[in-house]
């Protein structure tokens, strides 16, 4: 293998301690052109979606010997990606494309990536398209594409009936969820659920549960059956995290070296996982403006700051509002995974995004803040994988009870309790327990505060991958809050990339500044 630059090793730190619930995924929508039709409630899915067994190779009977990473001996076919999907890209970066199937890929590299490098296959959630993922990594520095080609394979179902499935009332059912005097066990609302997931399904044709993470697992192992390599190396960044714990455990001898950045659980327990996102929201939201001092993060002491974003959010719980309360808080929580870090050059967007929250009169909705929206609108892909990855829902009955325990959360306790009940009546994935191969070297990174996995996330996070079998889980600690460390901290890429040469030298628990 190739080894990492010779930066210095980052700084060692001892394991967090506070607890950490699961992590639940934001429901973004979109508006698509789709009549719904009655429908006919939840199910129960017993075997007919995706799993070890879907691609007939024997899927989890596979060996857990610990595979080769090699270069591929028979790799796709790439090209030029068009204009539009390398916008933003450095120019010392080259992007290319490709497909598996219906599922597009991008193979980013630098001037110096070496060519008989073993590539990185990079996965993130439904909510990320592979464009952005990759114009990030490329802007982020040289560390990863100095050492290895990152190929980033987007989530099964974008470009199909999944990721444009919603019709308009149906989007506009779940993003008034949040609104003020609505109540999720009327009749009502119910019927408006049914019809939202119905518009989904009709065009889906029974493949309702194909696009969470188990399907989309199936596209790297047919990625690498397609490379001819034993194994892959993967990064699980966020949501991505379930598709690469889903491609461990149903293939656990294909999987050569794991890396997961800010995880999303996987284990389908959606009142856990929003106890988890609360937590982590608030604290993140806290720690962002009492951190960020850029005249971009707005006036005011933390306090006004915190104050500010929670009238917006409360404000949008009126119906009618520009941007409503449920994709207003998405929003905001997207922004929050999306910090720069003190140390950093420039805001990013998230930074901006709070910033002009923060200064924005009450009548006023920014254009950063509406951008945005329309981008989290702009697929129903997040609304279908995000729901069939949840086995254990919360009883719409216990969506009231949750609304009154969180109240007492602001600002965005109880819209995300509202939020609860979007999944109500999609058809209900059976429990695929998390497995990860003993001898597979982990490295797990996080943040202090991230909107997604939770407050200190980092030592949970690698007691669950433990207990699913992981012997040798590393962790990084990032100071900051936010999310995706790799994308914001030069000192984690230059980590990862030592991991990936020789995880035997890299250190069981490290740090790096925020």
């Known amino acids: 293998m190739t080894r990492g630059a010779d930066d210095p090793a980052p700084r060692r730190r001892g394991r967090m301690t506070r607890a950490l619930g699961a992590v639940v995924a934001a429901v973004a929508v979109t508006a698509a052109a789709c009549a719904p039709l009655p429908a006919t409630g939840p199910r129960l899915a017993t075997g007919d979606g995706p799993g070890p067994d879907a691609d007939g190779d024997g899927g989890g009977r596979e060996s857990a010997d610990r595979p080769e990473w090699l270069a591929p001996r028979s790799d796709l076919t790439w090209t030029p990606c068009a204009a539009d999907r390398a916008r933003g890209m450095p120019e010392e970066a080259t992007v290319e494309c490709s497909t598996l199937g219906d599922t597009p890929v991008l193979r980013l590299t630098a001037t110096g990536t070496p060519d008989d490098a073993a590539p990185l296959v990079v996965v993130a959630g439904p909510e990320t398209s592979p464009d952005t993922l990759t114009a990030r990594l490329a802007s982020a520095g040289p560390e990863l594409t100095d050492a290895r080609p990152l190929v980033v394979v987007d989530h099964r179902g974008r470009s199909g009936a999944a990721g444009a499935c919603l019709s ?87 999987l050569s070296i794991l890396v997961v950045d800010s995880p999303a659980p996987a284990d389908g327990d959606q009142e856990a996982a929003a106890r988890a996102a609360l937590d982590g929201s608030d604290s993140a939201l806290r720690l962002w403006a009492a951190s960020c001092t850029r005249p971009e993060c707005g006036p005011g002491d933390a306090d006004q700051k915190v104050d500010a974003i929670a009238r917006a959010l409360d404000r949008a719980r009126d119906p009618g509002a520009t941007v409503p309360a449920a994709l207003l808080s998405d929003v905001v929580r997207s922004a929050l995974a999306d910090l720069s870090g003190a140390s950093a050059g420039a805001p990013s967007s998230g930074d901006v995004i709070l910033g002009d929250l923060v200064s924005a009169a009450p009548d006023e909705t920014p254009d950063s803040v509406r951008d945005r929206a329309t981008e989290l609108s702009g697929t129903s892909l997040p609304y279908v994988a995000g729901c069939s990855d949840l086995s254990r829902r919360v009883p719409v009955n216990r969506v009231d009870e949750l609304s009154s325990e969180w109240a ?107």
């Open 408 to 514: 007492g959360t602001p600002p965005f306790g109880e819209i995300l309790a509202a939020q609860l009940s979007a999944c109500s009546t999609w058809p209900v994935p059976g429990q695929v327990p998390v497995s990860v191969p003993a001898d597979v070297p982990v490295l797990l990174l996080g943040g202090i505060a991230d909107p997604v996995a939770g407050a200190a996330a980092v030592e949970p996070a690698a007691a669950a991958l433990t207990a699913a079998g992981a012997t040798e889980v590393r962790t990084l600690t990032w100071g900051a809050p936010g999310s995706r460390v790799v994308l914001h901290s030069g000192c984690a890429r230059t980590a990862v990339t030592g991991f990936l040469a020789d995880p035997g030298t890299a250190e069981d628990s490290a740090a790096c500044p925020s």
């Open 168 to 254: 308009f009332p149906a989007r506009r059912t779940l993003d008034g969820l949040a609104d003020r005097g609505t109540d999720p066990t009327s009749p009502e609302v119910r019927g408006a659920l049914a019809d939202t997931a119905q518009s989904c399904t009709d065009q889906l044709q029974g493949r309702e549960l194909d696009f969470g993470a188990a399907g989309a697992a199936e596209d790297l192992e047919r990625l690498r059956q397609q490379w001819g390599v034993p194994g892959l190396g993967v990064l699980g960044i966020g949501n991505g995290a379930r598709t690469a714990l889903a491609y461990a455990s149903a293939h656990p001898g294909r």
